[in-house]
C-alpha cells in the first residue's frame, strides 16, 4: 500500500476549494483531505458531500477563520492534538472580494486579513508540521494587475490599515492578491536560503462565474475580463496535479497561470523589497516568533530578502 499523504485546503467548503478536494481525494485513499472552513455547518456538508461523490473516506474537517489570528493559531494547536499526520500539501484558498469592507476583530482590513495575513501565519505555523516534499500552493489572481488600472505599492501599513484614500473597493482586493505573491516569492527564496525542500507556487485561476465569489456580478464586467477568463474545472483539475503529480514537486516560486504552466506576469510583483516589507510587517502584526517556525526562517542574520546580500 501506498504511503498516506495529507493536504489541506483553506475555504474547501465551496467553488475552487471543493473542486480541487474532489479532485484529489478521488485519486485514492492514500489521499486524506483536510477541508479547513469557517462554517462548521458548510463544513460538515462539503466532507460529506465529498466522501459521497469520491468514495474516500479519508476526508475531514477543522476550524479555521483565516480573519482571525487566534482562529489561525487555534487551528495549528488543533492540528498538532489532534496528531494529525506530517503535511504534505497546503492550499491557501480562502478568500474574499472586494465587495468586503471594514476591520477583523484584530484591527485589520477584513481583505488584507483573510486573504493574506490569515494564510502567512497559518503558513509560517505549520510548516514544522510538514514533510520534506511538502508543496504549498497560494490561489492568487490576475486582478493583483488589474487590466487597465496600475498598482503601485503604498507599504504594508496603508493595506493593513487603509485610510479613506484607499477606501476603493476592488483596489484592495487586488492589493491582497499581490500581496499573495510577495508571500509566495519570498518564502520560496527563504526556504531555498534555508536548503528546505518544502515548495511554494501561486496561481492563478481566472475569473471563474461558477462560485461562490462574485454573485450577480455585471455583464459589462465579464466583458471587460474576457481574455483573463478561467475555468473551475480546468482550474482545479489543474491545481490538482500540480499538488499531487510527480512531474511539479521540485519546482519553486512559479506562477501558475489557469493551468499547469507557469508564466512571468506583472513586474511590479516581483519586486524583493516590497516583498520583503510585507514579510517583516506581517511577522509583527502576527506576533510570529522564531520558534514557532523552521529554524533561521526569521530573524537570520546571514539573510536579507530573496538571498544573502
Ligand atoms: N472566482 C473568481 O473569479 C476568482 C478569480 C481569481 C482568483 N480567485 C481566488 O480563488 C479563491 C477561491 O475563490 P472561489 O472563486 O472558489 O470563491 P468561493 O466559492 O466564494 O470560495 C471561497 C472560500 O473561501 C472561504 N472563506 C472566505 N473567508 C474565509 C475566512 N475568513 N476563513 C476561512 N474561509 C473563508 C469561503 O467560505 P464561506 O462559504 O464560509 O464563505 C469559501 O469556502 C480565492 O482566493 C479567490 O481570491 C477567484
Known amino acids: 500500500m501506498a504511503e498516506m499523504k495529507t493536504i489541506i485546503i483553506t475555504g474547501a467548503n465551496s467553488g475552487l476549494g471543493f473542486a480541487t478536494a474532489e479532485k484529489i481525494a478521488e485519486q485514492t485513499e492514500d489521499y486524506q483531505v483536510i477541508l479547513a472552513c469557517r462554517n ?3 463544513a460538515e456538508k462539503a466532507k460529506n458531500d465529498l466522501i459521497e461523490r469520491t468514495g474516500n473516506r479519508n476526508i475531514i474537517d477543522l476550524d479555521l477563520d483565516t480573519s482571525s489570528i487566534k482562529s489561525v493559531r487555534n487551528f495549528v494547536k488543533q492540528y ?5 499526520p506530517q503535511i504534505d500539501g497546503l492550499i491557501c484558498n480562502a478568500g474574499i472580494s472586494g465587495s468586503h469592507t471594514g476591520l477583523t476583530s484584530d484591527g485589520f482590513d477584513i481583505i488584507f486579513e483573510t486573504n493574506h495575513l490569515g494564510h502567512y501565519l497559518l503558513t509560517t505555523l505549520l510548516l514544522p508540521c510538514m514533510s520534506e516534499s511538502a508543496r504549498i500552493m497560494v490561489i492568487s489572481s490576475d486582478m493583483h494587475n488589474p487590466p487597465g488600472r496600475q498598482l503601485s505599492w503604498t507599504g504594508t501599513p496603508a493595506l493593513a490599515k487603509p485610510d479613506e484614500k484607499l477606501a476603493d473597493k476592488g483596489m484592495r482586493y487586488s492589493y491582497s492578491k499581490l500581496c499573495n505573491l510577495y508571500f509566495t516569492y519570498e518564502l520560496a527564496h527563504r526556504l531555498e536560503y534555508i536548503e ?3 515548495t511554494v507556487n501561486a496561481f492563478n ?4 462565474t461558477d462560485t461562490n465569489f462574485m454573485p450577480n456580478i455585471p ?3 465579464f466583458v471587460k475580463l474576457m481574455d ?3 475555468s473551475l474545472s480546468d482550474s482545479s483539475t489543474a491545481l490538482a496535479k500540480l499538488m499531487t503529480e510527480n512531474a511539479y514537486g521540485n519546482i519553486s516560486g512559479n506562477y501558475y497561470d489557469r493551468s499547469t504552466e507557469a508564466i512571468e506576469f ?3 510583483s516581483y519586486h524583493k523589497e516590497n516583498a ?3 514579510w517583516n510587517m506581517s511577522a509583527v502584526y502576527t506576533k510570529l516568533v522564531r520558534d514557532e517556525t523552521l529554524p533561521k526562517l526569521l530573524n537570520n542574520p546571514n539573510f536579507y530578502g530573496w538571498g544573502p546580500s
Open 266 to 268: 506583472s513586474e511590479l
Open 276 to 278: 520583503l516589507e510585507l
Open 205 to 208: 485561476p481566472g475569473y471563474m
Open 219 to 221: 455583464v459589462s464586467f
Open 40 to 42: 462548521k455547518e458548510k
Open 80 to 84: 498538532q492534538e489532534l496528531g494529525l
Open 196 to 198: 528546505s525542500t518544502i
Open 228 to 230: 483573463r477568463n478561467g
